[in-house]
């Protein structure tokens, strides 16, 4: 900004240097003419009054003389009276030396032929005037009347450098004025020229003074306005901008914004997640050249070929995962039908078909759970309707297995409602102090005898005679119950089941093992599903569900603790369960 000042002075400074030049040398010439035409005058007329006084006084020399001396005196003056012959007639005043051929040049002028009784002209640093003269004897003389110019030019001179003073002064006060008045407008333009660049730069925080009320005032106000205004409004798209990202970033879908030429541009934390993505190898590329899954790739061609929305189930392998996804695309259309690339989101819907599957998995699973006793009682009922209760043996026989079934029918219909209260979100225990040696030892009184009858050997071993543990006992008891009847279940006859107590700091271990056929490792992650079994035959001959492990996983966890399970085929199962010594806050 300094040059723009630099230049709007040297504009100024020259401006004023040139009207003052001119301005002085117009005044010099005016002044000089004005002096000049002055001085002629003056000469004139001394020179037509001494002529006068030589006409009356005559052209004698005693008479004449006197006043000729007193005249050049008083003018400062030289005066020569010439003949027409050439010859000096009369001479006053001091000489300089060019008399002689100033009065040569007179007398040329005068006597040239062209009628002139006068002449005046400038000669040897002399200015002369001359006319004729006729005194009363009517005898013609020449006067000449010279004069040095020597005081013209010093007048000159003076009036010159009384200009030139006055000028250059009037040339400091305005210089003076002009660099106060330019820095006094300059410098708001300044600020307001900093001021817009540092907008440009983008620091809209930066403000300008707003101290004049003239047009530079309004402009700093202007700027100013518009600086507050851009703030505003880049706080607002910062905000936006920022709920913008939280909310695509923290979204549980994945989403991949593409652009009209097909380059990936944006890629959210959870497709990220989703698909152990590395946004490296996503970014700024082609679609069909970032994704590994045909699916996909043809589902985005399809929408940049129809430029409509589009919604597909697929199932993506992932690793050694197959998952289930909901995809939604849609093309990206702006203003004026401006075609702006496609947007992809990303839904897992993997645990809702888990979900689908176990729902449809348990209502297969009851229906035949409730099929297979009914189906018994009715087929023994009807038979006894056919006639055979005449025969007492084989009524008791088939009213025994009726009574059967018909305790399994009820046993399964019990742990469904267990597990269906269990399962809602208004399930509470009431917990309480309790000693889970106290209860072991209650569990294995009554379950002792289906030991004996397996002849299987069901022990205790406890390091404490007390185990203290935080929990709900009745509930404690059916997790105990389900855990050593499914041991002395799948145990064959002359097997063991051990009952292990650990006391710890801050919770209770209580481990069941079993010497039974065991679990495969393929088969371990759906033990706690809702009627798996992994001997099918055997647990139903023996009156089992199926729902006893999803009991009691489902109370292990209102209880706030951890089962675990080990188990190897052919050598038995373990399963170790957690139990808190305090209740623990959500």
């Known amino acids: 900004m300094n040059k723009f000042r630099s230049r709007l002075l040297f ?127 009517k005898e013609t003389a020449f006067l000449i009347l010279s004069t040095p110019i020597e005081s013209l030019k010093q007048v000159n001179q003076q009036i010159w450098g009384l200009l030139v003073t006055s000028l250059g002064l009037s040339l400091v006060v305005i210089l003076l004025l002009g660099f106060r008045i330019t820095s006094q407008y300059t410098k708001p333009i300044e600020s307001a020229t900093k001021v817009a660049m540092e907008l440009a730069k983008g620091n809209y925080k930066a403000r300008t003074y707003e101290d004049h009320l003239d047009e530079t005032g309004m402009l700093s106000q202007s700027i100013n306005i518009l600086a507050r205004n851009l703030q505003d409004m880049t ?27 097909g380059y990936i541009n944006l890629v959210n934390r959870a497709y990220k997640e989703i698909f152990q993505a590395d946004p490296e190898h996503f970014l700024y590329r082609l679609y069909y050249d970032a994704f590994e899954h045909k699916e996909i790739v043809d589902i985005i061609e399809e929408i940049f070929m129809t430029e409509v929305r589009l919604r597909k189930q697929l199932q993506v392998a992932i690793g050694i995962d197959r998952r289930h996804f909901e995809i939604y695309g849609a093309p990206i259309i702006g203003t004026n039908d401006e075609w702006k690339g496609i947007v992809l989101v990303f839904h897992d819907i993997t645990e ?129 119950i389900n855990l050593i009847n499914n041991a002395l279940t799948y145990t064959p006859k002359g097997g063991s089941v051990n009952l292990s107590l650990r006391n710890g700091k801050d919770h209770a271990w209580v481990t069941v093992s079993d010497s039974g056929i065991g679990i495969s490792e393929e088969e371990l992650p759906r033990i706690f599903e809702r009627f798996y079994r992994v001997d099918k035959a055997r647990s139903r001959n023996s009156g089992g569900t199926g729902l006893g492990l999803a009991i009691v996983k489902h109370l292990v966890e209102a209880h706030k603790g951890q089962i675990t399970v080990k188990s190897r085929v052919g050598e038995g199962t373990t399963f170790t369960v957690r139990f808190n010594k305090r209740i623990q806050m959500e």
Request: aromatic share 6%; charged share 30%.
């Open 235 to 261: 706080r607002a798209q910062e905000m936006q901008k920022d709920r913008l990202e939280t909310l695509i970033e923290n979204m549980g879908s994945g989403l991949i914004l593409i652009d009209g030429r």
């Open 11 to 137: 504009a100024l400074i020259t401006l004023i240097i040139a009207v003052l030049v001119g301005l002085g040398l117009l005044l010099g010439q005016i002044f000089n003419s004005y002096y000049v035409d002055t001085f002629k005058e003056r000469i004139e007329k001394e020179a037509r009054l001494a002529a006068l006084l030589v006409s009356e006084a005559g052209l004698d020399a005693e008479r004449t003389e006197p006043l000729l001396e007193e005249a050049s005196k008083a003018a400062q003056s030289h005066i020569s009276i010439v003949s027409p012959e050439g010859r000096i007639l009369l001479e006053a005043g001091d000489k300089s030396g060019y008399e002689n051929e100033l009065v040569q040049k007179a007398l040329d002028k005068l006597l040239s032929g062209n009628g002139a009784s006068k002449a005046r002209g400038q000669s040897e640093g002399l200015y002369y005037y001359a006319l004729e003269v006729t005194d009363q004897n």
């Open 352 to 480: 809702l078909k888990k979900l689908e599957q176990m729902r449809k998995d348990f209502v297969a699973n009851v229906s035949h759970e409730l099929k297979t006793p009914i189906t018994s009682i009715k087929g023994f009922s009807e038979t006894l309707l056919d006639g055979a209760m005449s025969d007492k043996q084989t009524l008791e026989y088939f009213l025994s297995i009726i009574l059967k079934e018909s305790d399994r029918l009820q046993t399964l219909i019990q742990d469904l409602l267990d597990l269906s209260k269990i399962e809602q979100q208004a399930f509470r225990l009431t917990f309480s102090d309790c000693d889970l040696h106290e209860i072991a030892d209650d569990i294995v009184a009554i379950l002792s005898s289906k030991a004996e009858e397996k002849e299987i050997v069901l022990t205790v071993d406890s390091e404490a005679e007390v185990i203290p543990a935080i929990g709900d006992v009745y509930r404690i008891k059916q997790i105990f």
